[in-house]
């Protein structure tokens, strides 16, 4: 298995995790996953999960924040997801 195969399936696991309140499944789809995040899509949810996808720190904080995750680690650092939304949207302005 792949790194990018590892994040994929845990990134599945995480989303089979919460409940589907759109579809009569027992956990979200990609595509309600996709409607409950600002800049990113079904498809681009699916390469991840897929395990072919090369996501950047901003798309795996919003991929974090639509999964209901208060922080993610990477290089064994924090990352507060809330905190790091903030800080975007102003650096955007």
Do not use: C, W
């Amino acid at each position: 298995m792949t790194e990018k195969e590892k994040l994929g399936e845990e990134v599945r696991k995480l989303r089979e995790k919460i409940p589907s309140s759109d579809y009569n499944k027992d956990y979200i789809s990609q595509q309600e996953l996709a409607d409950n995040n600002i800049g990113l899509t079904k498809h681009f949810i699916g390469t991840i999960e897929r395990g072919e996808a090369n996501p950047t720190l901003e798309k795996l904080v919003y991929l974090g924040k639509s999964l209901n995750l208060k922080t993610i680690n990477i290089l064994n650092i924090e990352i507060n997801i809330d905190k790091f939304i903030k800080e975007n949207k102003k650096k955007s302005k």
